[in-house]
């Protein structure tokens, strides 16, 4: 099935050295007509974002606040905003909605920044308690209920959380450890690290088979931490038996589609189906790119252009001419491989080390209804001949009833037989976004198996095994991989990239790969460029904290407050360092969209 047509420009003017804007709606206001303050345009800082995902859209969102004083041009290759967050269409009647959100779709309480962008446009997430499935059989367990494996492993449990104990106490000294090591060192067997440990921490960030390289920190921060530990508090008996509390997003095409509206209306110049190929020039006088135009595909997704050396297969556009444009500012709102590439002609020593050491996997999500491969793979229902009635002699029997009544697994992965440190995984999406019905019959629920790093383990998949009628979409995705040396060549360095030669870096890639990082990273390179942190967000205690430990780690500086103490964003934040998020973007009810699709009262 093709992949939804969100819109398409089929004017795209070259006019001695500028591009006409394909995506400047002629009923929308345009840069000339929004309060500049008396400034014309040569006065204002002209600022290129390069990249329209979540980083490039708050970047141009918190510059299109100060119109006097910047003149923002938003650019991406695709012909759509939002990036690596877009909607595929559904079949209504077999799957009982029309739409779901392919690639990223959920997130955490904590992302504060992200919830009220959902709110300024009018949109909201919704509220889900996490439901996994790990493994299959004798290695299968569950947040939900507790299974043979679990029983089995008892002893391992109990050292499992002295152990985060010790990690937590010694910090400094275990953080940048790879899982793998730890797991030695505290003497865990390979199949409780496998089956057990690894699972818990590749959901987090779908850090994927790159888990056993992860940094221990995060492992120890999962379990530990109150305000962003997904299995937090720990349990001396299940490992982890909370159900997470996680939010789903709304629909990305329809809140990115709003969302660009929103900044041509506010002067931004938003230019899709527009690839920046080269920085061909840097100094005292701004930056030199070089642009092209890039033909829309038919389902958004444009294959590399002409210009990617590594994919000279799949490019597209060889015939479309360089256009070279000037800007005062850049920011690189796009992943590190490709900045360095752009960026090659005039890249700095640092520059080509630090964006060179980020490392990358392709992987391939497979969106589809095939009930029977996920049957044979995942245990997608309540399993009594794993279940066990109690764990070191304590009686499980209410866990038991739970996981009867109400097992909904979302979030699942399988381990390899042939390598149980390599993973697939998959969403029941159904089970898991809200615009879906709450019950739908398990042969129509739509999946989506993620299959990963096709170079090292490729031969490990059975994608060939999903039944190609029942296939909904393929998408590739190019994936940051989240080892220890992320942490140690990449993230400490940024601060030493941020603001030189007029280049800014902002992506979800600078620290973890979350929607929440991606929208952070924007307003940091807006702040840093003199916009202002948004007066509410300042108020909410917890968004201010991760704003200014961003700012901080990237940039190297302190972020000043500057908002009055009273105001819209006070009550926001509540419980331990105020993570607890009160404020707009995000509603109480569960499946709240299904029901305002539907106009389903109750
Ligand atoms: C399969 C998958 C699932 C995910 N699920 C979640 C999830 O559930 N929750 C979560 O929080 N995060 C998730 N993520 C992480 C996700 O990466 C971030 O949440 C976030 O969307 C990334 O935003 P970004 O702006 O950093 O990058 P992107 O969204 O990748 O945006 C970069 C943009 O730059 C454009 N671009 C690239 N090169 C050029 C060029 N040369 N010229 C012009 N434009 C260019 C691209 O077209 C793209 O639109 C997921 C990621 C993947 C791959």
């Not at 093709?2 to 006409?20: G, Q, R």
């Not at 997904?230 to 709003?258: C, I, K, Q």
């Not at 995984?425 to 019950?439: K, R, V």
């Amino acid at each position: 099935m093709a992949a939804e047509k969100i819109y398409k420009y089929d004017v795209f003017c070259v006019t001695s050295d500028v591009f006409i804007s394909p995506s400047s709606d002629p009923l929308l206001p345009t840069a000339n007509m929004v309060n500049t303050n008396g400034n014309s345009k040569s006065e204002r800082k002209r600022v290129l974002v390069v990249g329209a995902g979540a980083a490039g859209m708050s970047c141009a969102h918190h510059l299109s606040t100060h119109p006097e004083r910047f003149d923002v041009t938003l650019i991406d290759a695709v012909d759509y905003c939002g990036g690596q967050a877009f909607s595929i269409p559904l079949d209504k009647e077999r799957h009982g909605t029309g739409w779901m959100n392919q690639g990223v779709q959920g997130g955490s309480y904590i992302f504060h920044h992200t919830m009220t962008m959902f709110a300024r446009q009018g949109h909201h997430a919704d509220p889900v308690n996490l439901q996994v499935s790990f493994g299959k059989d004798e290695n299968f367990w569950s947040n939900v209920f507790p299974t043979k494996l679990l029983a089995k492993h008892q002893k391992e449990i109990k050292r499992f959380n002295t152990m985060l104990k010790i990690v937590r106490w010694f910090e400094i000294f275990f953080a940048l450890i790879p899982i793998k090591y730890l797991m030695k060192i505290f003497w865990f067997s390979d199949e409780f690290a496998n089956t057990i440990v690894l699972p818990m921490v590749a959901l987090f960030l779908g850090t994927g088979n790159y888990t056993p390289e992860v940094p221990s920190i995060i492992l120890e921060r999962l379990c530990t931490s109150q305000t962003y530990g997904m299995w937090y508090p720990g349990d001396r008996l299940s490992v982890a038996s909370n159900l997470p509390h996680m939010v789903v997003f709304p629909r990305f095409s329809t809140f990115y589609e709003d969302w660009r509206k929103n900044l041509i209306s506010k002067g931004v110049n938003v230019r899709l189906s527009t690839e920046i190929t080269r920085v061909v020039k840097r100094d005292k006088t701004g930056v030199t790119v070089k642009l092209i135009k890039r033909t829309a595909a038919p389902d958004n997704h444009n294959p590399n252009s002409s210009w990617v050396p590594y994919d000279a297969e799949n490019n597209a556009d060889a015939r479309a001419q360089e256009v070279e444009e000037h800007y005062d500012e850049l920011v690189l709102c796009i992943l590190a491989d490709t900045a360095k590439r752009i960026l090659e002609p005039t890249a700095s020593f640092r520059e080509n080390r630090v964006l060179g050491s980020a490392k990358f996997a392709d992987d391939i999500t497979v969106t589809h209804w095939d009930s029977d491969y996920m049957k044979k793979n995942y245990e997608n229902f309540y399993n009594v001949d794993q279940a066990v009635s109690t764990l070191s002699g304590v009686d499980q029997s209410e866990r038991n009833r739970m996981g009867q009544k109400s097992f909904k697994p979302m979030y699942m992965i399988k381990m390899y037989s042939q390598d149980l440190t390599k993973l697939e995984m998959c969403f029941d999406c159904t089970n898991y976004q809200s615009q879906f019905p709450p019950e739908v019959p398990f042969e129509k629920h739509v999946f989506q198996t993620i299959f990963l790093n096709k170079s090292r383990d490729g031969h490990l998949w059975s994608i060939d095994e999903i039944d190609e009628k029942k296939i909904i979409r393929k998408d590739w995705w190019h994936q940051l991989c989240h080892s220890w040396t992320h942490y140690a060549f990449v993230v400490p360095w940024m601060w030493l990239l941020q603001g030189r030669n007029h280049t800014r870096f902002a992506a979800a890639w600078t620290l973890v790969n979350a929607h929440e990082t991606a929208v952070i990273s924007g307003i940091a390179a807006a702040v840093d460029l003199g916009a202002t942190y948004p007066e509410d967000l300042e108020r909410d205690k917890f968004a201010l904290l991760s704003f200014r430990l961003y700012y901080l780690l990237a940039y190297g500086k302190w972020y000043r407050k500057k908002a009055t103490k009273d105001g819209e964003g006070k009550n926001w934040a509540s419980g331990i360092y105020g993570s607890v998020y009160k404020g707009p973007g995000v509603v109480d009810q569960e499946r709240l969209t299904w029901r305002e699709e539907n106009g389903i009262k109750d």
